[in-house]
């Protein structure tokens, strides 16, 4: 069994354009869409250093300075909040990366798609594991963060995850395939993966969702593999050669995913937090009734 590397480093691919939520992502990242009172970024990077990741590694664009400015300091503002005493506010701002937390920002020059994203990473991964969140998939872990169950699973498993969860059949057109091969409950050994196939083609109807932990072996493979579906460089068929070197395992973690790439599952998650807020789940509750 190889000896097992720590996971520090987490990867975020946010220079994709945002075109589904037009006009609102013509200023702004899709990536900094509010879920009640927090972007969605946010959301994601709080599950990476939940469970334990020291380094984030932002893949963006040059219209994505708004991400950077978020997880930056704003000392005019922290100055204002502490003069009205306002300090509950004041911690909730400058606690967002905690100590020993760092922020790395790549730019990804061209749009060529989640593989060319993660390969933007190299030099800053280095040799090391790391996982890559997508911001798009919120996941609601409830007990548990998606990640954080997925390196409980990489500690005794010593080998890449991916997490991924049952679709309709007509969806998988939609998303990455795997051909799973049923391990214990839960996992799988993942013995193929087919990036976007028809219905009819598709080896199985689990399908990969925003949460990998990956061996920096995979650098390799979207180094070689050229464009794929879309005319993009696309992670699923990196991991698909990698698959002739290295186990990968399938997890269909425990929670509810969002898709906040679509219009609907944005709709969908915003009233799920809000009726989860501490400060507003009463009155907005009582409102709801209203619409009934």
């Known amino acids: 069994m190889k000896s097992l590397k720590k996971l520090r480093k987490a990867v975020f691919p946010v220079a994709g354009l945002g075109t589904r939520f037009l006009p609102a992502t013509k200023a702004s990242p899709k990536e900094m869409l509010p879920i009640v009172d927090k972007p969605l970024i946010q959301y994601a990077v709080e599950e990476a250093i939940t469970a334990g990741i020291e ?21 005019e503002l922290e100055n204002e909040l502490a003069q009205r005493g306002q300090f ?20 990804q020059a061209e749009a060529l798609g989640l593989g060319h994203a993660v390969l933007c990473a190299k030099p800053v991964v280095g040799d090391e594991p790391f996982a890559v969140i997508l911001a798009d998939d919120l996941i609601d872990g409830q007990k548990q963060s998606c990640l954080s169950q997925m390196l409980e699973i990489y500690e005794k498993q ?7 969860e049952e679709i309709q059949p ?7 395939i795997i051909q799973p091969e049923a391990l214990y409950e839960g996992v799988s050994k993942i013995t193929n993966i087919i990036e976007k196939p028809k219905p009819n083609k ?6 990969v969702v925003g949460r990998y932990l990956l061996p920096s072996t995979i650098f390799n493979h979207l180094e070689k593999i050229g464009k794929g579906t879309g005319n993009e460089i696309q992670l699923t068929d990196g991991i698909a050669k990698l698959l002739a070197e290295e186990q990968l395992l399938a997890y269909q973690f425990k929670g509810k995913r969002y898709d906040c790439g679509s219009k609907l599952g944005y709709l969908i998650a915003t009233v799920d937090y809000a009726l989860k807020h501490p400060d507003l789940h009463n009155e907005f509750k009582k409102h709801l009734k209203t619409l009934s």
Do not use: W
């Open 170 to 176: 007509a969806d998988t057109e939609k998303y990455g």
């Open 158 to 164: 010593h080998c890449g995850i991916i997490a991924v």
């Open 88 to 107: 509950e506010l004041l911690a909730m701002i400058k606690d967002i990366i905690p100590n020993g937390v760092s922020c790395i920002y790549i730019r």
């Open 55 to 75: 380094q984030l590694i932002f893949v963006t664009s040059s219209s994505k300075r708004a991400i950077e400015n978020h997880f930056d300091k704003n000392k």
């Open 202 to 207: 598709a080896p199985s109807t689990l399908a």
